[in-house]
């Protein structure tokens, strides 16, 4: 027969019946710690491919419109009444006039894509060229090469971006369903695109006919207003795209991404396609599946949204377009501030447009910390042989995206003839006035990034 022992005390291989109860609550509360652990990275996974789905169908949308002929972009029917209330109030095509009399039909249409479904919202507005900066520079340029009052030039340039109805912009706008099943509710999906007229130039009137001024020899007054005289015509201006990659530019195209990595150290001075160096530019849109991985471009540095590159807040003055260079021993702590892409070497003479030259910076982007804070990026387009800027431009947001968010930004362009052999430079950088950390996301199908020149026609890069 057993001898009974005492309660609480313990047998040499035993527990009381406490410690076991204790041992067996600890186990609980650990369970349901690593269960809701699996459950929040989970339902994490999941959002982020609902979100991907989203984008790659407002992305087709896009895609499915840009082939159509320039005066059919235009909506043919009126905007459903529902509409208002997810587009275009919010989006850059907000307070623009629509567009009417064209193909594009506004919708809603319903989609459904891996499990999911919802409705596709279009707009099509009509868009200004806002280029405040092209007739100054345009009329002390050619005052200066003629002899001529500036005042002079000025008054027979006009307005080299008149009216509020020079370009046009489709901005397709993806609404989810919340369901027991997809989870929600999800914010819309808003993308954008701008178009122009081809057979214009951006510096094309109103009515279509090339913008002609003329222009005498030095010395002599310029012709009075209605002279028969054509004048110069200024050239077409031919868009070219240099999509942002993750392949240092010592190679010759894009390598496909196939793992995460630090952030590369690219601020070296005087960049070259050696050693330190820059990401290279392409004109080919990155491929692949638009649910495809987004690997991580500075997986030293911490942030909310996985992938992409962040970019931290400098330490120098906010002087956006002066800062892109830096020296040998300020390299290493501008590399985590500064990003630049090269392009690859230009195989001809290129120039940029003569009149009205412009460019524009697409990216996605988010803060680095998912926060909604204020935020400066600067962006720098600049000659590599020379370290001439070409442009650039201080990009300010109240509330920068708290996820991922497609955004472009438009600066006026010198013109410049590039020789052959030559490499573009763009670099973004954060200054240390922005309210946060900023990451960029980019050389995915899902997320392309790229700046969009206005190259003179006949003299593109190539």
Not at 167 to 190: A, L, Q, Y
Request: one cysteine or more; aromatic letters at 6%.
């Amino acid at each position: 027969m057993t001898p009974l022992r005492p309660r609480g005390v313990r047998a040499e291989h035993g527990m009381t019946l406490i410690e076991v109860l204790v041992t067996s609550l600890v186990l609980v509360v650990g369970m349901m710690a690593t269960l809701a652990i699996f459950s929040k990275s989970s339902k994490t996974a999941v959002t982020a491919e609902r979100r991907v789905a989203m984008v790659s169908v407002a992305q087709r949308e896009i895609e499915r419109l840009r082939p159509l002929p320039y005066e059919q972009l235009g909506l043919s029917a009126a905007i459903a009444p529902d509409a208002a209330t997810v587009a275009p109030p919010g989006s850059p095509a907000e307070g623009e006039a629509v567009v009417p009399g064209g193909v594009v039909a506004p919708g809603p249409e319903p989609f459904a894509v891996e499990g999911m479904t919802g409705k596709v919202y279009r707009y099509v507005t009509w868009r200004a060229q806002d280029c405040p900066l092209v007739n100054t520079r345009i009329s002390t340029r050619v005052a200066n090469e003629l002899g001529v009052a500036q005042a002079d030039v000025s008054a027979r340039l006009g307005d080299m971006c008149p009216g509020t109805t020079d370009t046009k912009r489709i901005t397709v706008v993806v609404v989810p369903d919340s369901t027991p099943e997809t989870g929600g509710p999800f914010k819309p999906i808003r993308l954008a695109s701008m178009f122009v007229d081809p057979s214009g130039g951006v510096a094309d009137d109103p009515t279509g006919t090339s913008l002609r001024v003329d222009i005498p020899s030095p010395g002599q007054t310029l012709s009075p207003a209605g002279s028969p005289d054509p004048g110069q015509v200024y050239d077409d201006a031919v868009e070219q795209s240099h999509f942002l990659t993750d392949t240092p530019c010592e190679n010759t195209g894009r390598i496909p991404v196939t793992a995460s990595h630090s952030v590369r150290d690219t601020s070296i001075n005087g960049s070259t396609c050696t050693g330190k160096q820059p990401d290279l530019m392409v004109a080919q849109a990155p491929g692949g599946p638009a649910g495809g991985t987004l690997f991580d471009y500075s997986s030293d540095l911490p942030r909310a949204v996985p992938g992409g590159l962040v970019i931290k807040g400098d330490d120098r003055d906010d002087a956006c377009g002066t800062a892109y260079r830096y020296s040998n021993a300020s390299a290493e702590r501008r590399k985590r501030s500064v990003h630049t892409w090269a392009s690859v070497k230009s195989t001809q003479v290129a120039k940029t447009a003569a009149a009205g030259g412009r460019a524009t910076f697409s990216i996605w982007t988010s803060t680095a910390d998912g926060s909604s804070s204020p935020g400066r990026l600067c962006v720098t387009l600049w000659q590599r042989s020379t370290g001439a800027v070409l442009g650039k431009v201080q990009y300010d947001l109240p509330a920068w995206p708290d996820e991922p968010t497609p955004l472009a930004v438009s600066f006026d362009l010198e013109h410049v003839t590039i020789p052959a052999g030559e490499r573009l430079m763009l670099t973004a950088r954060v200054p240390s006035s922005s309210g946060s950390d900023i990451s960029l996301f980019y050389d995915h199908a899902a997320y392309p990034g790229a700046v969009s020149i206005a190259m003179q026609k006949g003299s593109e890069w190539r």
